[in-house]
């Protein structure tokens, strides 16, 4: 991977820190560093799969959920020009490990402050800029010991440091607070629990570039998700613009938050005008739809997020286009049972519509129903000129085939 102009200068090495690999790893981010002629080493404690899927990239085992670890393998090896991750779970920990070897990252307490979904709330109440009513509750507590007439009804429940919709549900009463908080701790016994008041409102995203100067907005996506108590992202369709005054309260609240390096997927909910971030997510949009966007905006996206982790300002005009429609669809599991049939990967064009379905689950897996993002069987982008068109060929790719299970 070293590149082929530097006429014997050293190698830029950057180190990327991975758990599972993930399309936006595989088909973003090793891909990008090619092209920028980067030698990576990948760390992870998970490295056969990566080694698999990435074979012509350095890999090595690492306890990377461990900033120590994480530090001592770079100081053991080669000197790092650069420390990166795409992970939810790993944000924390390549910041310190940047901060540590003096090299370009995000500030490690806001990656902190975006990954601890209770110290976000705390943060941005206590920096005036938005007041969410929020209880942790610490491994092990259960919500008979909060205030009987403090929690507002219905309620969202939440893992402290969870991602994609796991065991995030609604409870309308205490009967259901208690009893949703006990199954969850089951599941994730020494986890902590937030508890907080759930934000009425129309589910969005903003998707943003920054290099700690300047911030680029890269549009968003309007999120439909599947019925209450669970909140499973089933279609993203990309809006280019939201209004400045949304845009503007959300950007507000991240700066509150100290997020402006790289990139960042904000979600956040609408409701009469006014802004309330859900979660903040500290890194590029996944799903597929960081692809999508790419292709959609017409612009080195993985480069610019890898640049910026090496030092480099953005440029001032990223050159993305606005004319571009889009949405992505999840069809999801709805009962446990065998996959027996489902459509292959398949890449297509339709009336201009350009189509593009990926499976996330083989024929022949057995799968049990989650009520997260890991009940998603497939992902299908579609890209065009014109949102009535995109919507009318995704509609006709999804009643013309079918997923099914046996029990």
Request: hydrophobic content about 40%; proline content about 8%; overall charge negative.
């Amino acid at each position: 991977m070293r590149p082929p102009d530097r006429k014997g200068l050293p190698p830029v090495r950057m180190y990327l820190l991975a758990l599972n690999p993930t399309d936006s790893v595989t088909e973003g981010f090793l891909p990008a560093a090619r092209r920028l002629g980067l030698d990576v080493t990948l760390l992870t404690d998970r490295p056969a799969p990566h080694r698999r899927l990435a074979p012509d990239v350095e890999v090595l085992e690492c306890d990377v959920r461990d900033h120590r670890a994480v530090v001592t393998r770079i100081a053991t090896h080669h000197p790092a020009d650069a420390v990166f991750t795409n992970s939810d779970h790993l944000q924390t920990q390549a910041a310190l490990a940047a901060a540590y070897f003096g090299l370009p990252g995000k500030d490690w307490r806001a990656a902190l402050r975006t990954k601890d979904k209770a110290e976000m709330r705390r943060h941005l109440a206590a920096t005036g800029a938005d007041t969410v009513w929020s209880a942790e509750l610490a491994a092990g507590q259960t919500p008979v010991e909060l205030p009987a007439l403090a929690v507002p009804y219905p309620c969202v429940i939440k893992p402290r440091e969870g991602v994609a919709s796991e065991d995030v549900v609604l409870a309308a009463d205490a009967g259901e607070l208690v009893a949703r908080c006990a199954e969850i701790q089951a599941r994730r016994p020494g986890e902590a629990l937030v508890v907080e008041e759930y934000l009425a409102g129309e589910l969005r995203t903003l998707e943003t570039l920054g290099d700690g100067r300047l911030r680029h907005v890269l549009g968003g996506f309007r999120t439909e998700v599947s019925p209450p108590p669970y909140f499973i992202e089933t279609r993203l369709t990309y809006v280019p613009e939201h209004p400045a005054p949304v845009v503007s309260q959300v950007l507000a609240q991240l700066d509150a938050l100290g997020v402006g390096f790289g990139a960042c997927h904000t979600e956040f909910v609408v409701h009469e005008g006014r802004a309330r971030i859900i979660e903040v997510n500290y890194r590029v949009i996944g799903d597929q739809c960081d692809l999508m966007l790419r292709e959609l905006l017409g612009i080195p996206l993985f480069e610019h997020i890898l640049r910026t982790h090496l030092g480099e300002p953005l440029p001032a005009d990223l050159g993305a286009r606005t004319d571009g429609r889009a949405r992505v669809d999840y069809p999801c599991a709805d009962s446990a049972g065998t996959l027996v049939a489902a459509p292959p990967a398949t890449d297509l064009t339709v009336g201009g519509v350009r189509l593009a379905y990926r499976p996330l689950r083989e024929v022949g897996e057995r799968h049990a129903v989650h009520h997260t993002n890991r009940d998603y069987l497939g992902a299908l982008r579609t890209v065009g000129a014109d949102q009535e068109a995109v919507d009318r060929a995704a509609t006709a790719f999804l009643a013309e085939h079918r997923w099914e299970f046996t029990p």
